[in-house]
């Protein structure tokens, strides 16, 4: 596209750049973000990757074509590719019932593992496992909105190891594993190591020499690949354990694994979320967050009664998708007010029963916090639960658990920073009404299907997340008082200058911030086009980043219901920025410089 300046020559480029399995993707321009929505060519063929849960990576698309060519008819035929058999039943169940009218037998799903002889001998190692969930190519509209509402996919990562697998012939269908001929190959290497403790792991240096005398792994093993040192799959128990524990705040030192899970001064630590009776065990891992939060509308379902759930304030888009798909329905508050909390509340005391209130602390995009209190006390009166998303607040900002029975979080944001892993959590507050309900179901039923590569990658990531929050926090400080003296902006959306910052004081720590995530929205589209373009950060989807990363939220997360999203106040001229790391006077520049560009009236 002509008129581009040298930085936003980077449509469809990773972010990071050059980064396989990256979160975020380029859209340098307001023009792009519009190609990309209405699906023109200029944009959508030089994409090399995308949001995850929106774009389809090309190593599970590869992945997928590959299981249809052996079991599927190319032609016809396309493969959704889950964890596990359980993921892959709702996958089959949700496409059967949004299409009535399809011949089920249409819709099918096969569950790929280990070829016996491999398996038997291996089973402490990482096995390479997928299930594919086969259905009409019409369908795809369907078998997407399961993949993006619910985050049940499988990541990119499983991808490239289950492919290994596939090709070598050592990922097969469940009922042809035993019948499987051997091969001549053992199979991918990374499968054959020996699993050992990582105390007794062997450190490799930048150049693959062995240290103590230890043979150096094998390149394909997982490797934490920006410092030379390869950790065994065998360690990805231990780097959940870490996860958890740096969520459960009972683990705080940035040092490595395993020194980290027994440091003394975090052994003597109590906070622990500051929840008497809270420890790490209330804390529950999932490949990314959304998918927590489909799991945890899930779990109530099942534990607590069948009835329409509440969305208050203007969610992140999906929320509100799965409670409307995947149960009786929801009913919507998008302004978040203080007349929304009085007509809930004539409605419960009218007899209405509701299953729970979901909310975000703060909201996204618009930065407005919930009057948590009120919420619990309504809660309590009308036996409902409260299921908050802490993602944009986080908890080493604001303190909400006391208020909810179930907290969820995205760890592929600020928690992991790195931009390039997808994680998720659930936490339970050990204190709600609903607690031993609630972990008695997920004790029973809860599956573990985050990847394990992915674990060694977050945990490395999140060892330094305490200190980058406070640098965060006052570079978001800085970003939002130069755009708040513009005169060319209408609003900026900031915790800290909201109508509403009172609630979110009353849960602020001591030392918390208010977050690194703010937006603004401009007078005139046209002045918000002209600073995007000039703004030079990292431009595309996602939130939490170490480097500041930009996007014209609405028009991209919305573009298909511009007005109806106008109508809670989030209009087209919004864009939202995840502030990062950069020095704090440089990033200023660059915001005053994109300001600078919008021509004078």
């Not at 800290?496 to 911030?513: I, N, Q, V």
Request: glycine letters at 6%; proline letters at 6%; aromatic letters at 10%.
């Amino acid at each position: 596209m002509p008129g581009l300046l040298p930085f936003n020559e980077t449509l469809g480029e990773t972010i990071p750049p050059n980064t396989p399995h990256a979160v975020s993707v380029s859209l340098p321009t307001w023009r792009s973000n519009i190609g990309y929505e209405e699906g023109e060519s200029w944009v959508v063929d030089k994409m090399q990757c995308g949001y995850p849960r929106f774009f389809i990576h090309k190593s599970i698309e590869k992945l997928a074509s590959s299981i249809i060519k052996q079991h599927g008819d190319t032609a016809t035929d396309k493969a959704m590719l889950l964890p596990s058999h359980r993921c892959a039943s709702r996958c089959s169940v949700f496409l059967k019932s949004q299409n009535p009218d399809i011949d089920p037998s249409r819709i099918r799903h096969l569950d790929f593992v280990p070829r016996q002889d491999h398996h038997d001998s291996h089973s402490s190692f990482v096995q390479p496992r997928v299930s594919a969930v086969i259905y009409p190519r019409d369908l795809w509209p369907t078998a997407k909105a399961f993949w993006q509402h619910t985050g049940e996919g499988i990541s990119s990562r499983r991808a490239d190891f289950c492919q290994r697998a596939f090709d070598e012939g050592q990922l097969v269908e469940a009922s042809s594993a035993r019948d499987s001929p051997p091969r001549v190959t053992k199979g991918p290497r990374r499968y054959q190591r020996v699993s050992v403790d990582l105390k007794n792991s062997a450190v490799v240096n930048g150049n693959g020499a062995a240290m103590d005398g230890v043979p150096p792994p094998d390149s394909a093993q997982f490797v934490e690949e920006r410092f030379g040192r390869n950790l065994g799959t065998g360690l990805a128990n231990q780097a959940k354990l870490a996860v958890r524990k740096r969520i459960a705040g009972s683990l705080t030192s940035a040092i490595e694994l395993p020194d980290s899970l027994s440091h003394a001064e975090d052994l003597m630590r109590t906070r622990s979320r500051d929840v008497p009776g809270f420890s790490t065990d209330d804390v529950w891992l999932y490949p990314m967050g959304m998918n927590a939060i489909f799991h945890a509308h899930e779990t109530l379902k099942s534990t607590l009664r069948e009835a329409k759930s509440v969305m208050y304030g203007f969610p992140y888009v999906d929320t509100l998708k799965v409670l409307e798909k995947f149960g009786p329905g929801a009913i919507f508050y998008g302004h978040g007010s203080s007349h929304d909390l009085d007509d809930l509340e004539s409605r419960l005391e009218g007899g209405e029963k509701i299953l729970s209130l979901f909310c975000e602390f703060p909201g996204n995009p618009l930065l407005r916090t919930p009057d948590i209190k009120r919420i619990r006390a309504l809660a309590d009166k009308y036996d409902f639960a409260v299921v908050v998303d802490e993602t944009i607040g986080n908890f080493l900002n604001v303190h909400v658990l006391p208020f909810a029975d179930v907290l969820v979080s995205s760890l592929t944001k600020i928690f992991s920073g790195d931009c390039n892993v997808m994680g998720g959590c659930m936490v339970l507050n050990s204190h709600s009404k609903y607690y031993s309900r609630i972990r008695s179901h997920l004790e029973a039923e809860y599956e573990d299907t985050m990847f394990e590569e992915d674990s060694i990658y977050l945990e490395r990531n999140s060892r330094d997340f305490v200190d980058r929050i406070q640098r965060v926090n006052v570079n978001a400080e800085v970003i939002a008082d130069v755009l708040r003296a513009h005169p060319r902006v209408k609003q900026v959306n900031y915790p800290k200058y909201s109508e509403s910052r009172h609630f979110y004081d009353e849960c602020r720590l001591p030392d918390g911030g208010y977050g690194g995530l703010l937006s603004a929205t401009f007078h005139e589209v046209e002045d918000a086009k002209i600073f995007y373009d000039h703004l030079d950060t990292q431009k595309g989807p996602s939130l939490g980043t170490n480097f500041t990363l930009s996007s014209p939220f609405v028009l991209l997360a919305h573009y298909g219901e511009l007005e109806w999203a106008a109508q809670y106040g989030c209009e087209v001229s919004l864009i939202r920025f995840s502030v990062g790391l950069e020095d704090t006077e440089k990033l200023k520049e660059v915001f005053e410089t994109a300001l600078a560009a919008i021509p004078s009236q």
